[in-house]
C-alpha cells in the first residue's frame, strides 16, 4: 500500500512544481526583464526558481510509474537477445525462466569484471 501512497504523492508534488513552473514561465515570457533583474527572495531570482521547481518536477515525474506497463521477462529477454547476439537452443522456449535471466547477468558480471580488469 506504501507505493500506492508514494504514487500519489509524487503526483501532488509534481502538479504544485508545475503550477509554479508554469506561473515563472508566464511571467517571463511576458517580462523578460523579471528572470534576472527581480529577487524573489534575497539572492534568488527568477531563474533560480525555474531551475529548481524544473528539478522538482522532473523528479516527481520520473518517479511517477507508468499505468499500463506489464512485466514481460520474454520480451525484455528478445530485447537482450538483440544486442547481444547469444541466444543457445536451449533458451529457445525458455526465456521466461530464472535459470536464463541468472545466465545472463551471471555472464555479464563476469563479462563487466573482465573489462575492468
Known amino acids: 500500500m506504501s507505493s500506492l ?5 509524487c503526483r501532488f508534488v509534481s502538479f504544485v ?16 526583464d523579471l528572470v534576472l533583474r527581480f529577487e524573489i527572495s534575497p ?6 526558481y525555474l531551475a529548481v521547481f524544473g528539478g522538482i518536477l522532473t523528479v ?7 499505468e499500463n506497463r506489464v512485466f514481460d ?12 547476439h547469444y ?11 530464472r535459470g536464463v535471466g541468472f ?9 563487466g569484471l573482465n573489462f575492468a580488469f
Do not use: C
Open 87 to 97: 541466444m543457445p537452443e536451449e533458451w529457445k522456449a525458455q526465456l521466461h525462466s
Open 103 to 111: 545466465f545472463l547477468s551471471l555472464s555479464s558480471m563476469i563479462q
Open 60 to 66: 516527481a515525474r520520473g518517479m511517477i510509474p507508468e
Open 43 to 48: 539572492h534568488r531570482n527568477v531563474a533560480f
Open 5 to 9: 501512497y508514494a504514487h500519489i504523492r
Open 73 to 84: 521477462p520474454e520480451l525484455l529477454m528478445t530485447e537482450v537477445i538483440t544486442y547481444t
Open 17 to 32: 512544481a508545475g503550477a509554479f513552473t508554469a506561473v515563472l514561465v508566464l511571467v517571463s515570457v511576458i517580462d523578460p
